[in-house]
């Protein structure tokens, strides 16, 4: 049972282009929703995280849009460059500790210049 | 400051033996969660612990456990090594078990020959 799915799978873009990753959840008593960043060969780093009292949240170029309703949220980054690439996870857990955080399978995100 | 630091970062085991990963934490975070990684997949969540008391365990077989040390520092041991148990071994350390901000450690890279 995947409790939080993620699209696309991978995802080319031009420079400054505007890659958009979605994930849909349905346990809902997740309330805290981050975003990673992963090289290869390290550990995922938090990006950018969310909680569901407000629909959306921005830092630097990154994006996130959050539907409670829809229990969607995805993760926009404005003028993409090519130290993009990577692999990008959403997550999500319970913010009282009561459910532990899951990770979306990933999207390979190419930046090309 | 010293992120989450694991060890060994690669190791090579034979099919039926025995493994031990470990994990120190940053400092002053005292819960502790490892995760799975396979090869193109997303993080799968194995345990959680908080001031050295088990706090969640995910969908995994009796042969994987873990412990917390009264220093926050935790072990992940494998028993009975399969080839399917290859993969990056990631450890997370956060303040505490509510509030996500999870950092992540490089992993540990286990094959399975």
């Known amino acids: 049972q995947q409790q939080v799915k993620q699209s696309p799978q991978s995802l080319i873009v031009q420079k400054g282009g505007i890659p958009i990753i979605n994930c849909a959840y349905e346990n809902t008593a997740f309330d805290y929703f981050p975003w990673y960043q992963q090289f290869p060969g390290k550990g995922p780093a938090l990006l950018i995280a969310i909680r569901p009292d407000v629909s959306e949240k921005k830092e630097g170029r990154f994006t996130i849009s959050f539907n409670k309703s829809a229990k969607q949220f995805s993760l926009h980054i404005m003028d993409s460059q090519p130290g993009d690439s990577a692999t990008y996870f959403c997550?999500?857990?319970?913010?009282?500790?009561?459910?532990?955080?899951?990770f979306g399978k990933g999207t390979r995100l190419s930046v090309i210049a | 400051d010293a992120g989450v630091t694991q060890s060994p970062t690669h190791l090579i085991k034979t099919r039926g033996q025995h493994v031990t990963l470990r994990c120190s934490p940053i400092?002053?975070?005292?819960?502790v969660s490892w995760y799975q990684q396979v090869l193109g997949q997303g993080p799968q969540f194995i345990f959680q612990?908080?001031?050295?008391?088990?706090?969640g365990r995910g969908n995994f077989p009796d042969r994987f456990s873990a412990r917390q040390f009264p220093n926050y520092s935790s072990e992940l041991n494998v028993n009975a090594l399969l080839l399917g148990d290859s993969a990056l071994y990631l450890c997370?350390?956060?303040?505490?078990?509510?509030?996500?901000?999870?950092?992540f450690g490089s992993g540990t890279r286990l094959t399975v020959v």
């Open positions: 612990y908080y001031e050295k008391e088990e706090r």
């Open positions: 997550a999500a857990s319970g913010y009282s500790g009561n459910t532990p955080l899951v």
């Open positions: 997370a350390s956060s303040l505490e078990v509510r509030g996500g901000g999870y950092t």
């Open positions: 400092s002053g975070h005292k819960s």
